[in-house]
C-alpha cells in the first residue's frame, strides 16, 4: 500500500515560516511512480473542511495555489526523492491547520483517491 507521510509542521509565530514534506514509499499509487502524479497540499482547520492549497504537475514545471496563499506559498518536487514540499513564509494566524498531502487531477485540483495519511499540524500564533 502507498504511503504519504508529510512532516515539518510545528508551532510558529507570525511572520515566521515552516517548510513541510510528503514522502511517498512503498508501492505508489495503483503501481505507478511518485513521477506519475500530479501533486498537491491541502489542510483542514478545526471545524472546517479539508480545502486545497497548492498543487504541481508531474514535471514541477507548473504550480497553481489557493488565493490567499499565493505570494507566501511554494509548492515544489523532487521525483527522485519521491517527495514533495511546501515552502511557507509569512504564515499567518488563518494557516493553522492540519496540512496534507495527495495524489491530485490537475485539472481540478481534486485528490486522485479519498485516503489520506496522518498530516502535519502548523499552528501560528499571533
Known amino acids: 500500500q502507498v504511503q504519504l507521510v508529510e512532516s515539518g509542521g510545528g508551532l510558529v509565530q507570525a511572520g515566521g515560516s515552516l517548510r513541510l514534506s510528503c514522502a511517498a514509499s512503498g508501492r505508489t499509487f495503483s503501481g505507478r511512480t511518485f513521477s506519475n502524479y500530479n501533486m498537491g497540499w491541502f489542510r483542514q482547520a478545526p471545524g472546517k473542511e479539508r480545502e486545497f492549497v497548492a498543487a504541481i504537475n508531474l514535471s514541477g514545471s507548473s504550480t497553481y495555489y489557493l488565493d490567499s496563499v499565493k505570494g507566501r506559498f511554494t509548492i515544489s518536487r523532487d521525483n527522485a526523492k519521491s517527495t514533495a514540499y511546501l515552502q511557507m513564509d509569512s504564515l499567518k494566524p488563518e494557516d493553522t491547520a492540519v496540512y496534507y498531502c495527495?495524489?491530485?487531477?490537475?485539472?481540478?485540483?481534486?485528490?486522485?483517491?479519498?485516503?489520506w495519511g496522518q498530516g502535519t499540524q502548523v499552528t501560528v500564533s499571533s
Open positions: 495527495n495524489a491530485v487531477y490537475i485539472s481540478n485540483y481534486r485528490p486522485l483517491k479519498d485516503s
